[in-house]
T-cell receptor, first 111, second 115 residues
Framework: GENVEQHPSTLSVQEGDSAVIKCTYS??????FPWYKQELGKRPQLIID?????GEKKDQRIAVTLNKTAKHFSLHITETQPEDSAVYFC??????????FGSGTKLNVKP | EAGVTQFPSHSVIEKGQTVTLRCDPI?????LYWYRRVMGKEIKFLLH????????ESGMPNNRFLAERTGGTYSTLKVQPAELEDSGVYFC?????????????FGPGTRLTVL
């Protein structure tokens, strides 16, 4: 099976700074890596994803990088804003449609 | 388009009682997943339906948990009898079939507290 580890568990940054969240996975067969954002009291929502044949993907202030050799992928948020404050989850898809999630990172952006 | 809905949003029961959680996926989504998050830990896979069939139920903790999806529409997850360690937030997610299966749409979750 797959095992996903996520770090850090909490992250506090000043508004305007960058934030980086890192995840590692164990099984090289995993081929799809989404990131979800869960705001307080709301449902997890997909914010960005990357497939195993791509090394980097960007969407405005958010980017994800994937290193297949090292089996790790990271979420990068630039120019953070207070509305970026939330819990972020990484995930890896293994064996067709089975997803393994990290334990979450609580990001706090201080105004 | 309505999103994934779950009912109830909260449930507080005593150990030994029975609870049934319901999930209504996005209309037309063949794939339906159940997950559980215990406080501070990962969102853990429980099982996956494709239409009314169980594709993978390897994450179900034990035989006190029973999931059904009769008719391939909504799904229920029954816990009988509930134990203290069953407490957590139960999420349902759905996705379409074919080449669009990647994106999962989550429901708001059901917070289950077993006393």
């Amino acid at each position: 099976g797959e095992n996903v580890e996520q770090h850090p568990s909490t992250l506090s940054v000043q508004e305007g700074d960058s934030a980086v969240i890192k995840c590692t996975y164990s099984d090289s067969a995993s081929n799809y890596f989404p990131w979800y954002k869960q705001e307080l009291g709301k449902r997890p929502q997909l914010i960005i994803d990357i497939r195993s044949n791509v090394g980097e993907k960007k969407d405005q202030r958010i980017a994800v990088t994937l290193n297949k050799t090292a089996k790790h992928f990271s979420l990068h948020i630039t120019e953070t804003q207070p509305e970026d404050s939330a819990v972020y989850f990484c995930a890896a898809r293994y064996n067709f449609n089975k997803f393994y999630f990290g334990s979450g990172t609580k990001l706090n952006v201080k105004p | 388009e309505a999103g994934v809905t779950q009912f109830p949003s909260h449930s507080v029961i005593e150990k030994g009682q029975t609870v049934t959680l319901r999930c209504d996926p996005i209309s037309g989504h063949d794939n339906l997943y159940w997950y559980r998050r215990v406080m501070g830990k990962e969102i853990k896979f429980l099982l996956h339906f494709v239409k009314e069939s169980k594709q993978d139920e390897s994450g179900m903790p034990n035989n006190r948990f029973l999931a059904e999806r009769t008719g391939g529409t909504y799904s229920t997850l029954k816990v009988q009898p509930a134990e203290l360690e069953d407490s957590g937030v139960y999420f349902c997610a759905s996705s379409p079939s074919g080449s669009l299966t990647d994106t999962q749409y989550f429901g708001p979750g059901t917070r289950l507290t077993v006393l």
